[in-house]
T-cell receptor
Framework: AQTVTQSQPEMSVQEAETVTLSCTYD???????LFWYKQPPSRQMILVIR??????QNATENRFSVNFQKAAKSFSLKISDSQLGDTAMYFC?????????????FGKGTKLSVIP | DTGVSQNPRHKITKRGQNVTFRCDPI?????LYWYRQTLGQGPEFLTY????????KSRLLSDRFSAERPKGSFSTLEIQRTEQGDSAMYLC??????????????FGPGTRLTVL
């Protein structure tokens, strides 16, 4: 079974600054996907970024980038130039690759507050 | 692309009553998922459909829970004889395999269930 751990229950960052959210996972699988989802207050879960485990290059999406360390089983999210709209719960998630199982395993989340 | 929709958005019921939730996935998404999210936690996988076939069920899905996807389009999740511990947000997601973002799950807004 896979586990995902987010060790920072809450974080805050000043607007326009950079913040990094941590995520570690435990798995015996060699091929898998990792995701960061954002859940704004009272709004639905939105995909922020995804990473395929077989890719060495870290994924980036505009102001969002990841630091994927496969050997360390670490998958942190960096948000640059933080904006007020980034205030949300952020969930790290794991999914095995390949046919047969598509369930996401989520961490408990990190509540990020962007301060004006 | 209208996104994943869920109805109702909120449901309050008394213990022992039956409730049914509906999920309409993104059109042409052949995979549909149900998750449960309790306060302060990440979503937990309940079940998964590929077209009309229910291919995976979590141990969380007790015999009081049943899910269907009769024509491979919308899905329903029924909880019989509700208990206070069933109070949670029930999330639906859908996905499809494509060349750009295979198996990425897109979430609906959720149905918040309160059992009194």
């Amino acid at each position: 079974a896979q586990t995902v751990t987010q060790s920072q229950p809450e974080m805050s960052v000043q607007e326009a600054e950079t913040v990094t959210l941590s995520c570690t996972y435990d798995t015996s699988e060699s091929n898998y996907y990792l995701f960061w989802y954002k859940q704004p207050p009272s709004r639905q879960m939105i995909l922020v970024i995804r990473q395929e485990a077989y890719k060495q290059q870290n994924a980036t999406e505009n102001r969002f980038s990841v630091n994927f360390q496969k050997a360390a089983k670490s998958f942190s999210l960096k948000i640059s130039d933080s904006q007020l709209g980034d205030t949300a719960m952020y969930f790290c998630a794991f999914m095995k690759a390949g046919a047969g199982s598509y369930q996401l395993t989520f961490g408990k989340g990190t509540k990020l507050s962007v301060i004006p | 692309d209208t996104g994943v929709s869920q109805n109702p958005r909120h449901k309050i019921t008394k213990r022992g009553q039956n409730v049914t939730f509906r999920c309409d996935p993104i059109s042409e998404h052949n995979r549909l998922y149900w998750y449960r999210q309790t306060l302060g936690q990440g979503p937990e996988f309940l079940t998964y459909f590929q077209n009309e076939a229910q291919l995976e069920k979590s141990r969380l899905l007790s015999d009081r829970f049943s899910a269907e996807r009769p024509k491979g389009s919308f899905s329903t999740l029924e909880i019989q004889r509700t208990e206070q511990g069933d109070s949670a947000m029930y999330l639906c997601a859908s996905s499809t395999r494509d060349s750009h973002r295979p198996d990425t799950q897109y979430f609906g807004p959720g149905t918040r269930l309160t059992v009194l």
